[in-house]
């Protein structure tokens, strides 16, 4: 089993920034993609960024260029440095981990941060 703990969420004005944190324990086997993704009301929940153990890396066309995924392995933990926050931004913070392999592929999910961005 694989938990996975965010933190970093809350509440801030339009043009600040954020960083949020999601640590993994448990089973990690090394060859693995953490990413967060996003939920607002009433939307389906939408990839934010992505990062593979190898360090590439996938944004969507909405934050990139203002946010920035990163990685420690040896901790497990990945990291999200959001700047120039908008209200459209605003929404439930999820951190994901796939793995590809091993007992996979499966997805692990954790609790979700709220991030709210007022205008």
């Known amino acids: 089993q694989v938990q996975l703990v965010e933190s970093g969420g809350g509440l801030v004005q339009a043009g600040e920034s954020l960083r949020l944190s999601c640590a993994a324990s448990g089973s990690i086997f090394s060859i693995n993609t953490m990413g967060w993704y996003r939920q607002s009301p009433g939307k389906p929940r939408e990839l934010v960024a992505s990062?593979?153990?190898?360090?590439?890396?996938n944004y969507a066309a909405s934050v990139k260029g203002r946010c920035t995924i990163s990685r420690d392995n040896a901790k497990n933990t990945v990291y999200l440095q959001m700047n120039c926050l908008n209200p459209e931004d605003t929404a439930v913070y999820y951190c994901?981990?796939?793995?590809?392999?091993?007992?996979?592929?499966?997805?692990?999910w954790g609790q979700g941060t709220q991030v709210t961005v007022s205008s």
């Open positions: 994901k981990i796939h793995f590809p392999y091993g007992l996979g592929p499966v997805d692990y």
């Open positions: 990062i593979t153990n190898t360090g590439s890396t």
